[in-house]
């Protein structure tokens, strides 16, 4: 919210299709996050960018991929590697070297038909 | 490296009761603290954060944490919930400093009932 926008906000896939995740802020920060939600399991972590052109892995980065070209944008492309791709998908963004604290874009959920 | 339990997924409670949602911490480094709350089918907004200084935070909605270092905790109460309350609220964790991930805990529902 506040700056970071998150497109779709809904997404239908069918089973062997890559799609790509859009994420885009105008905060000027650095860092860019994205995080992946299910039922009962909080939020994990896919894929982080401290600078542009480069990012690292997360917990559960297997099926994804990522680019930061930009400072601005940071999109999501999930493969068909990914065996169970439907969930919550939240982007998020953090000043470098600030207190941390991170600033949520509004969701894209993902379903798998 | 941080972890957070949240010991506690759902917690119901009624309109106007005082409610508490329990997270504690562990870190062999000194923290910061995060509370966000989530409405259904929307992004995590921040309730408010501990960095340094007074261990009582007031955030945002009346709510308010309680940093203990002793008990590893930072506990988030509000004295009087409302239905519009009703949410899923998320305790998170990063090492003080600056430039660090944060860990987040599994979440807790609040369900307000009239």
């Known amino acids: 919210d506040g700056g970071i926008t998150q497109s779709p906000k809904y997404l239908f896939r069918k089973e062997g299709q890559n799609v790509t995740l859009s994420c885009e802020q105008n905060?000027?920060?650095?860092?860019m996050y994205w995080y992946r939600q299910d039922p009962g399991q909080g939020l994990r972590l896919i894929y982080y960018s401290q600078i542009v052109n480069d990012f690292q892995k997360g917990d559960i980065a297997e099926g994804y991929s990522v680019s930061r070209e930009k400072k601005e944008s940071f999109p999501l492309t999930v493969t068909s590697a990914q065996k169970n791709p439907t969930a919550f998908y939240l982007c998020?963004?953090?000043?470098?070297?600030?207190?941390?604290?991170?600033?949520f874009g509004p969701g894209t959920r993902l379903t798998v038909l | 490296a941080q972890s957070v339990t949240q010991l506690d997924s759902q917690v119901p409670v009624f309109e106007e009761a005082p409610v508490e949602l329990r997270c504690n911490y562990s870190?062999?480094?000194?923290?910061?603290l995060f509370w966000y709350v989530q409405y259904p089918n929307q992004g995590l907004q921040l309730l408010l954060k501990y960095l340094s200084g007074s261990t009582l935070v007031k955030g945002i909605n009346g709510f308010e944490a309680e940093f203990n270092k002793s008990q590893t905790s930072f506990h988030l109460r509000k004295p009087s919930v409302h239905i519009s309350d009703t949410a899923e609220y998320f305790c998170?964790?990063?090492?003080?400093?600056?430039?660090?991930?944060?860990?987040f805990g599994t979440g807790t529902q609040l369900k307000v009932e009239l």
């Open positions: 870190s062999s480094v000194s923290v910061y």
């Open positions: 998020a963004t953090q000043e470098r070297g600030g207190t941390d604290t991170q600033y």
């Open positions: 905060l000027n920060h650095d860092a």
């Open positions: 998170a964790v990063s090492g003080a400093g600056g430039g660090n991930k944060l860990t």
